[in-house]
């Protein structure tokens, strides 16, 4: 059966119930700007601040999936993803906010067989500084950087600039790849690398992710300040997090120089006294053999299709973004 034509928002819900009347009337105008047929998914992640009521009392036509625990991002979003019925599917966060011709460049990306997804810009809420570009790869050692992101020199560039990864915050995917692919990785919850993981999946079975500097949307940023405490329970589930990326997506020599950088980044992090990062090194060899079965099915997946290796991918996104310029950000 022929998936139908338009577009399914899956947008994971935590506590958003002030954000969430922010980010709706926008998002409707956009969605009926395209003309295409849609509809609007919440998946909530066990919300306790009235975020379901006050969806069910503003918004009759949104579809609620409500999780009865609180589970993190990943679960949370698959729920979403495997419930939609359109061929293309916007992962939307609860702080982002639409400019109204926002679907008009992403959707003829589509028109290509190999096309993942594609991105647009992230600007501040109330300014137009740019928080989140395309996303520049790069090996620091022998490790993954997660963090570089761009901009094209010209910004009415009409050239298709490839991204290392999507922003699970605003991504526009194909519902029949990112299905195939089996969302993302449950590992990585509560949060964190876990888009930076399915864009290099994507990558790696031979499909594409863009960026498109001239689709805009809006991020509030948080100002809640974190405890000492809660920070390095960040930094605990960020490394842990970061270990399984490369654990999955290295493979031989790359992969023996990551255990050597981790060694002596083991030993910098006692030096400097930062030693939840034990804690981190603990959860990764705890789950080695979860991490054998991922790459495994992963191998499954492609059947016949040889893997590209990461570098690899990493290589061919460096040159296309070298002969289109671009400025690191």
């Not at 009235?50 to 009759?60: A, R, T, V």
């Not at 920070?231 to 031989?252: F, W």
Request: aromatic share 12%; with cysteine; glycine share 6%.
């Amino acid at each position: 059966m022929k998936k139908n034509k338009g577009i399914s928002v899956v947008i994971p819900n935590y506590n958003g119930k002030n954000l969430l009347p922010n980010i709706l009337p926008p998002l409707y105008k956009a969605l009926n700007n395209t003309q295409l047929l849609y509809e609007v998914i919440i998946s909530d992640d066990c919300s306790t601040d009235g975020s379901i009521q006050f969806l069910k009392d503003n918004f009759e036509d949104i579809i609620i999936l409500r999780a009865e625990t609180n589970k993190g991002f990943s679960p949370t979003i698959n729920k979403g993803i495997f419930a939609t019925q359109y061929d293309l599917i916007l992962l939307l966060n609860s702080d982002v906010k639409l400019t109204e011709n926002y679907f008009e460049n992403l959707l003829p990306y589509f028109e290509c067989e190999d096309t993942f997804g594609v991105m647009g810009r992230i600007i501040g809420w109330e300014n137009d500084s740019i928080q989140d570009g395309g996303k520049y790869p790069s090996f620091h050692g022998a490790k993954i950087k997660t963090s570089g992101n761009f901009k094209p020199v010209e910004s009415n560039i009409s050239d298709r600039l490839y991204s290392f990864y999507l922003s699970g915050a605003n991504a526009m995917v194909c519902a029949k790849k990112i299905k195939k692919l089996g969302g993302f990785n449950e590992m990585f919850a509560p949060f964190y690398i876990e888009d930076v993981e399915l864009s290099i999946r994507a990558w790696r079975i031979g499909y594409k992710c863009y960026y498109e500097h001239n689709a805009i949307c809006r991020h509030k940023t948080s100002t809640t300040i974190k405890s000492n405490s809660s920070k390095k329970n960040i930094n605990t589930i960020y490394y842990r997090n970061k270990m399984y990326l490369h654990a999955l997506h290295l493979d031989g020599e790359k992969k023996w120089l990551w255990y050597l950088q981790l060694i002596a980044e083991t030993i910098l992090h006692i030096i400097t006294g930062k030693l939840w990062y034990f804690t981190s090194l603990k959860m990764f060899f705890k789950s080695v053999k979860e991490i054998k079965n991922c790459k495994s099915s992963f191998s499954y997946l492609a059947a016949k299709k040889k893997l590209e290796p990461t570098n690899m991918v990493i290589k061919t996104i460096i040159k296309n973004l070298k002969n289109k310029g671009v400025i690191k950000l």
